[in-house]
């Protein structure tokens, strides 16, 4: 039985099982591994910018035909430069707690890990951080931390984010800060829009679930419904500029590949906005983290 065949498909559906549903994304792979598409079409409605399915573009990802490869590059650079323009922005991470109560197996955050020191950044270091990250040129940054109630509080992060905005050297200030911070309610997301984020990112890490549970062993992070759901929180709380993400290793790229873009699709098909930012991470080594 697929781990999702008591649900049924729905791209505007507020439960996870439903915009993230095993059945839809196994038929979708089938499809394609089976050969049922048309590549040119694909591509020309690319070149179009019309955009993508799911499908389509999981069959430009196992595409294999190099002349193929080669104009998905152009079209690609296409796109990216009547959008983007000829650019490149960066962001720098700020580290402001590494203190976790989550057990996700490949974490060297995870709770039981003894190993590592752990840290909270004072609201003085944080401002010496980012001077020094301001005198290399930075002028974004994306906040991270673990997940724990009285080491990356909610009150203890706003006030980071009020402190970091505060600081003028240089006459330059930093213009946009990212928080990439575990899953949380509706109230949060409203107190980080009105503190003036920029993007929040949250990584799925993988959207199968099974998976997701067996290396998610403990704590808030294991409930993968409220995980996978909260991008509809913090859309329902006025924040339209979300990254989204999956850890490369931890399951079949294929499905998490195609699941990131159904996620994708049911906050464009929700919300009439999709993500800004899809991140693909991938399993490194780390302290205390069995890759294997």
């Known amino acids: 039985m697929s781990c999702a065949s008591l649900f049924k498909y729905d791209s505007k559906s507020k439960n996870a099982n439903e915009f993230i549903n095993d059945e839809e994304i196994l038929k979708t792979i089938y499809q394609i591994e089976s050969g049922n598409y048309n590549i040119r079409d694909i591509l020309n409605k690319a070149n179009e910018m019309k955009g993508l399915e799911p499908n389509e573009a999981l069959a430009l990802l196992l595409c294999d035909d190099k002349s193929v490869e080669n104009e998905m590059f152009e079209i690609a650079k296409k796109i990216k430069l009547e959008i983007y323009g000829n650019r490149i922005v960066l962001f720098a991470p700020l580290y402001l707690s590494n203190y976790c109560i989550n057990g996700c197996v490949y974490c060297p955050y995870h709770a039981k890990n003894k190993h590592i020191a752990r840290k909270q950044l004072t609201q003085d270091e944080i401002i010496a951080e980012v001077t020094a990250l301001q005198d290399m040129g930075h002028k974004r940054l994306a906040l991270e931390t673990g997940e724990d109630p009285d080491y990356a509080s909610m009150e203890y992060l706003l006030q980071s984010i009020k402190t970091i905005y505060s600081i003028k050297h240089k006459n330059g200030a930093i213009r946009r800060v990212n928080v990439n911070i575990a899953a949380t309610t509706v109230e949060n997301y ?103």
């Open 190 to 292: 409203k107190k980080l829009k009105d503190a003036g984020i920029g993007t929040y990112v949250l990584f799925q890490e993988t959207y199968h679930k099974p998976t997701y549970e067996k290396v998610h062993t403990s704590g808030p992070k294991s409930n993968y419904e409220y995980h996978t759901e909260a991008m509809d929180r913090a859309m329902e709380a006025g924040i339209d500029d979300v990254g989204i993400g999956v850890l490369f290793g931890l399951y079949d790229y294929k499905y998490d590949f195609t699941a990131m873009l159904y996620h994708a699709k049911h906050l464009e098909d929700t919300f009439l906005c999709g993500p800004h930012t899809i991140s693909i991470p991938r399993i490194r080594p780390a302290d205390d983290v069995d890759v294997k």
